[in-house]
């Protein structure tokens, strides 16, 4: 009976330890590299796209209307809250032209998406 409790319980933990790595995995797959945002445009008042390592596009949506001024050649200072990875809003810091902007969501484009973009919106 100990064998088979013992043993139960050796599966359930390398199940957890799996369960953990793919989420680990998943979270840091999310995850965006500072050093790797290349050039960015203005979309509109609450919308910046991003190029990624010329491998992808994001779309970075900000909740106030700290764009409304802003033209795709002003200079956009990013900042990380958390010194890392941007993985989550609220590890942005971004500003332009003197306003701070507070982040909504941080989404990657699909690839017809991001040809889809106006030529003049594309990073």
Known sequence: MKRLVLAGLAAALAFSAAAYAVQASAAE????????LRNHTVGDDHTLYFDYNGTATYRLTTSD?????????????LRNRTQGLFC?????DVSVR????????VTKLTPAEA?????????
């Open 29 to 36: 797959d999310s995850c965006l590299r500072p050093e790797w």
């Open 65 to 77: 209307n700290c764009l409304a001024a802003a033209t795709s050649s002003d200079p956009i200072v």
């Open 88 to 92: 989550k809003p609220i590890d942005w």
């Open 98 to 105: 003197g306003a701070r902007c507070i982040v909504s969501s």
């Open 115 to 123: 040809a889809a973009l106006p030529k003049g919106k594309r990073p």
